[in-house]
């Protein structure tokens, strides 16, 4: 809990700092807490303390500002309403995906014809395979 020293190691401010919902320590936290105790007592600390909570503020504006400016306020709107029409269906059941169905009847019942007609055509359909007669000389 305390560094080297007679102060508040950095995770302990910050363990406070969470710990007390950014309201003053002490008034959310147990007041017989030594981190308390030590913070109400030490000018260092709370300096420290102060310093944490403004370096946790600026980064939270900076974050915050640099997000809107990637996010239109167009784009924020449109993004909300497809949430919410994805919140709209969600007792309801999924919709069923139909494939097309304009298949000729007869087309595909023999899938292995095309193949081999193809390899046929290409020369490589090697299937049995009779090797060529010896000429007779």
Do not use: K
Request: some cysteine; overall charge positive; proline content about 11%.
């Amino acid at each position: 809990m305390f560094a080297r020293g007679p102060h508040l190691a950095q995770d302990a401010l910050i363990d406070l700092w969470i710990a007390t919902g950014r309201q003053q320590p002490g008034t959310t936290e147990d007041p017989r807490d030594p981190r308390v105790v030590h913070l109400s007592a030490c000018a260092e600390c709370v300096r420290r303390y102060v310093a944490l909570d403004t370096l946790i503020d600026t980064t939270t504006a900076e974050i915050e500002a640099e997000s809107d400016g990637l996010f239109s306020p167009a784009r924020l709107a449109r993004q909300r309403a497809t949430v919410a029409r994805r919140l709209e269906g969600l007792g309801e059941p999924a919709p069923l995906l139909r494939f097309p169905a304009n298949r000729r009847p007869g087309a595909h019942d023999r899938p292995g014809r095309r193949w081999i007609a193809a390899a046929a055509a290409d020369g490589s359909a090697r299937w049995p395979t009779i090797p060529p007669p010896r000429p007779r000389w």
